[in-house]
Nanobody
């Protein structure tokens, strides 16, 4: 079964850091574009950052000074380093990726999300 599994969320104090991981598993050939989104309670899901297979990155302007997206193609994993966290960063963070699979071609997949809570 092809899936994305996020990890690394948790409770952190304001000013702290977290590193989220998104690992693709199953009969995967590669991750094309990978990205992170977040959804706070009562709000729409919003883009955080994306990264292409070649490493080109795109960030929402308000986060690019504190968040860094990266990837390890050998591990089929995408990361999100979050620094100087603020209470307003509290949200469920979702991984999204275009996966090249062995039997199902290329498709768009979402993970189940990982909760990030920043206390003041």
């Amino acid at each position: 079964q092809v899936q994305l599994v996020e990890s690394g969320g948790g409770l952190v104090q304001a000013g702290g850091s977290l590193r989220l991981s998104c690992a693709a598993s199953g009969r995967i050939l590669s991750i094309n574009t990978g990205g992170w989104y977040r959804q706070a309670p009562g709000k729409q899901r919003e883009l955080v950052a994306t990264i292409t297979r070649d490493g080109a990155t795109n960030y929402v302007d308000s986060l690019k000074d504190r968040f860094t997206i990266s990837r390890d193609n050998a591990k089929n994993t995408v990361y999100l380093q979050m620094n100087s966290l603020k209470p307003e960063d509290t949200a469920r963070y979702y991984c999204n990726a275009q996966l090249r699979t062995l039997f199902s071609g290329t498709g768009d997949y979402w993970g189940q999300g990982t909760q990030v809570t920043v206390s003041s």
